[in-house]
């Protein structure tokens, strides 16, 4: 595609509820990660997949949190039993090739602003 | 551990005046050193990376970021502001050992006003 597809845009849940998370990134990038936006702070780092390794999980925040990526194209962030503390804005972002090996350009999508009430 | 701060939540520039938005870093050895941007409703955008050699690195729209090693640095500036500048900045670092963890600051709002 043209450029990292997010989606929903918005997602409006109820504590305690299961909620799921897409990301479509650019076709042909081999890297993608998950970062969190909550208000006010800056970008908190959630897990990175490159190509077909073990994914570098070690910024999510407890084991409610969990992420896959299917055929090394669409990953989803899956968030369970949703606390009121996950709100924030959930950002994907792609690149072409693992961070050092000169492509360290990160191309992010719109995010999903996840509100848990 | 590796991190960023930016020291200001907000800078405010009248248009056609130089601007600087403020980033220091702490890293292990030598970093990796970016900034990105974030306009109203879009997502965040690339501007300039600092990977090695001159200090002084260009990038997209005008902006400029000079990296200074003794003051574990890396200021975003340019000459003259516009009011289409006016977003949301992000600085990054990252350890050229540290695997493919970007570390983000809490990010500086730019106003600049007509």
């Known amino acids: 595609g043209a450029g990292v597809s997010q989606s929903p845009s918005n997602k409006v849940t109820e504590k305690g509820k299961d909620v799921e998370l897409r990301c479509d990134p650019i076709?042909?990038?081999?890297?993608l990660y998950w970062y969190r936006q909550s208000l006010g702070q800056g970008l908190e780092f959630l897990i990175y997949?490159?190509?077909?390794?073990?994914?570098?999980k070690s910024g999510l925040p407890s084991d409610r949190f969990s992420a896959e990526r299917t055929g090394g194209s669409v990953s989803t962030l899956t968030i369970q039993r949703t606390q009121q503390e996950d709100s924030a804005v959930y950002l994907c972002?792609?690149?072409?090739?693992?961070?050092?090996?000169?492509?360290?350009?990160?191309?992010f999508g719109s995010g999903t602003q996840l509100s848990v009430l | 551990a590796q991190s960023v701060a930016q020291p200001e939540d907000q800078v405010n520039v009248a248009e056609g005046n130089p601007l600087t938005v403020k980033c220091t870093y702490s890293?292990?050895?030598?970093?990796?050193l970016f900034w990105y941007v974030q306009y109203p409703n879009r997502g965040l955008q690339f501007l300039l990376k600092?990977?090695?050699?001159?200090?002084l690195v260009k990038g997209s729209y005008g902006f400029e970021a000079e990296f200074n090693k003794s003051q574990t640095s890396f200021h975003l500036k340019k000459p003259s502001a516009l009011v289409s500048d006016s977003a949301l900045y992000f600085c990054?670092?990252?350890?050229?050992?540290?695997?493919?963890?970007?570390?983000f600051g809490g990010g500086t709002r730019l106003m600049v006003k007509p």
């Open positions: 972002a792609s690149s072409l090739a693992p961070l050092g090996t000169g492509a360290e350009k990160l191309f």
């Open positions: 076709s042909g990038h081999t890297a």
């Open positions: 997949f490159q190509g077909n390794s073990a994914p570098d």
């Open positions: 890293v292990s050895g030598n970093p990796y």
């Open positions: 600092y990977i090695t050699g001159d200090n």
């Open positions: 990054a670092v990252r350890a050229r050992n540290a695997g493919n963890m970007l570390t």
